[in-house]
Nanobody, 115 residues
Framework: QVQLVESGGGLVQPGGSLNLSCAASENIFSINVMGWYRQAPGKQRELVARRPRYGSRIYADSVRDRFIVSVDNAKNTVYLHMNNLKPEDTAVYYC?????????WGQGTQVTVSS
């Protein structure tokens, strides 16, 4: 079982930046897919960014060119670097791991973009 712990959420003004972290209990390099999802109030959870073990990273159209997912294998941590944040980015952000046919989720971290 993969355990995930997110951190780094908070309140930021429009146009600002925020970095989220997700620490995994297993070697990140061995996990098939690491990803970030978000869920805004009254909306379904949606994909933000997806980083497969092999292949290209995928970003939602709404965040492409603003968000970047990166990995530190030595720390077993995946990051979501968020730039030029907009009020519509406000949501609970969840880290996800796809491994051995299972989906694992972190507890979520709140990101609020407001002036």
């Amino acid at each position: 079982q993969v355990q995930l712990v997110e951190s780094g959420g908070g309140l930021v003004q429009p146009g600002g930046s925020l970095n989220l972290s997700c620490a995994a209990s297993e070697n990140i390099f061995s996990i098939n897919v690491m990803g970030w999802y978000r869920q805004a109030p009254g909306k379904q959870r949606e994909l933000v960014a997806r980083r497969p073990r092999y292949g290209s990273r995928i970003y939602a159209d709404s965040v492409r060119d603003r968000f970047i997912v990166s990995v530190d294998n030595a720390k077993n941590t995946v990051y979501l670097h968020m730039n030029n944040l907009k009020p519509e980015d406000t949501a609970v952000y969840y880290c996800n791991a796809e491994q051995r046919g299972y989906n694992y989720w972190g507890q979520g971290t709140q990101v609020t973009v407001s002036s």
